[in-house]
Each structure stands twice: as C-alpha cells, then as structure tokens.
C-alpha cells in the first residue's frame, strides 16, 4: 500500500508558476514510475509527466519546456514544477505511482485554477 497527499495547488495568473508536491508514504521501496496526471472540467484524466526510479523524465507536448518533474527520494516527494502557466493548465493535478508489480496508486488531486 502507498499513500499520497499532493499539495501546491491554488489560483495563480496567466504566466506564472506553481509548484506541485506529493508525498508518498508507505511500500515506497517498491514504486517504480511516478508521475502526475490532470482532469480538467468536461475532459478526461490525462498524462502530463512521469520519471522513473532511474530517472527518466516524460512529458506531454502542451508541458514541455514549461514544466518539470523531479524527485527527492530522501523526502520520498515527487514535484512538479509549473512555470508560464496557461488558462488552459487548469485542471484537477493527480499524483500516481506504478508499483513494481503492476499496481497504480493515486492521490486524491490538488486543484490548479490559471486565470487569465
């Protein structure tokens, strides 16, 4: 089992930044692709950027050069770091981890809302 509470979310203006947090606790040992996911209103849950245990970092093309993901396995805390935010960023930003065997956990999301 592994828990995870993202924070980090709020209100920010068009071409600013936020910085997203999620902390995982529990069979953390075992997590072998972490990654943050968003829903915006009316739309389907999508990928936005993953990094593996080794390191290997992807992103989707409306991110890239924008946003970054990191890790800090000492704080076992994954980030996402938003940078020239835009109205269309807006969504619900979910935190998932892929076990080693298969199974997916997900946090309960943080809401970032850009206004433009």
């Known amino acids: 089992q592994v828990q995870l509470v993202e924070s980090g979310g709020g209100l920010v203006e068009a071409g600013g930044s936020l910085r997203l947090s999620c902390a995982a606790s529990?069979?953390?040992?075992?997590?072998?692709?972490a990654g943050w996911y968003r829903q915006a209103p009316g739309k389907q849950r999508e990928l936005v950027a993953t990094?593996?245990?080794?390191?290997?970092?992807n992103y989707a093309d409306s991110v890239k050069g924008r946003f970054t993901i990191s890790r800090d396995n000492a704080k076992n805390t994954v980030y996402l770091q938003m940078n020239s935010l835009k109205s269309e960023d807006t969504a619900v930003y979910y935190c998932?981890?892929?076990?080693?065997?298969?199974?997916?956990?997900w946090g309960k999301g943080t809401l970032v809302t850009v206004s433009s």
């Open positions: 998932n981890v892929l076990m080693t065997n298969g199974i997916n956990y």
């Open positions: 529990g069979s953390i040992f075992s997590i072998n692709v």
């Open positions: 990094i593996t245990t080794g390191g290997n970092r």
